[in-house]
Antibody, heavy 126, light 107 residues
Framework: QVTLRESGPALVKPTQTLTLTCTFS??????????LSWVRQPPGKALEWLAR???????WYSTSLKTRLTISKDTSKNQVVLTMTNMDPMDTATYYC??????????????????WGQGTLVTVSS | DIQVTQSPSTLSASVGDRVTITCRAS??????LAWYQQKPGKAPKLLIY???SLESGVPSRFSGSGSETEFTLTINSLRPDDFATYYC?????????FGQGTKLEIK
């Protein structure tokens, strides 16, 4: 059974650095083609993809946020950590982690965000 | 970045109706598009991937079609549980981008 759970502070102050942890079970990030993404959603707004880390430690970031984001993994703990620097009230959102299955096909690379955590609400306020 | 635009933003329908939601990409994404359902306070749920592949456990009344820049999600015979917000997402190139969402409301 695949499960994911996000954890981190519910409240951060502007300019602070946010550190979120995704703790997962039921799969391993040592497995080829296994990946994990972070996605966020401001209250009442659309989803926004933030970052992804792959089994081989490849990392991918949102264009607009890449200077502020760092994603890393600890496979021994089954955890992925996302840090976001210089937090702003506009970063107030629910942050989700999701398992990503990658599959190479004759047509290209298929991606499935097939299991998601419940999300954690982060409010940025002084 | 590839822009993804959904239409309509809001859709009113009745139980038993057939509805279609459209997703347009600003450039080709080949077949690399997924659809999600999200209910208030819950995480998104994967419905369709690779434009038309039904995720395991998702009812067959959900179907996806399209390629390149235009895609549709069709829900046949709407059930009360289907009233939610739907998002498309392209994963042809980084950054992966989502549409702005379509809220499906009960008429």
């Amino acid at each position: 059974q695949v499960t994911l759970r996000e954890s981190g502070p519910a409240l951060v102050k502007p300019t602070q650095t946010l550190t979120l942890t995704c703790t997962f079970s039921g799969f391993s990030l040592n497995t080829t083609d296994m990946c994990l993404s972070w996605v966020r959603q401001p209250p009442g707004k659309a989803l926004e993809w933030l970052a992804r880390i792959d089994w081989d430690d490849d990392k991918w970031y949102s264009t607009s946020l890449k200077t502020r984001l760092t994603i890393s993994k600890d496979t021994s703990k089954n955890q992925v950590v996302l840090t976001m620097t210089n937090m702003d009230p506009m970063d107030t959102a629910t942050y989700y982690c999701a398992r990503v299955l990658r599959r190479v096909t004759i047509f290209g690379v298929s991606i499935k965000h097939d299991h998601w955590g419940q999300g954690t609400l982060v409010t940025v306020s002084s | 970045d590839i822009q993804v635009t959904q239409s309509p933003s809001t859709l009113s329908a009745s139980v038993g109706d057939r509805v279609t939601i459209t997703c347009r990409a600003s450039q080709t994404v080949n077949m690399w598009l997924a659809w999600y359902q999200q209910k208030p306070g819950k995480a998104p749920k994967l419905l369709i991937y690779d434009a038309s592949s039904l995720e395991s456990g998702v009812p067959s009344r959900f179907s996806g079609s399209g390629s390149e820049t235009e895609f549709t999600l069709t829900i046949n015979s709407l059930r009360p549980d289907d009233f939610a917000t739907y998002y498309c997402q392209q994963y042809y190139t980084y950054p992966f981008t989502f549409g702005q969402g379509t809220k499906l409301e009960i008429k």
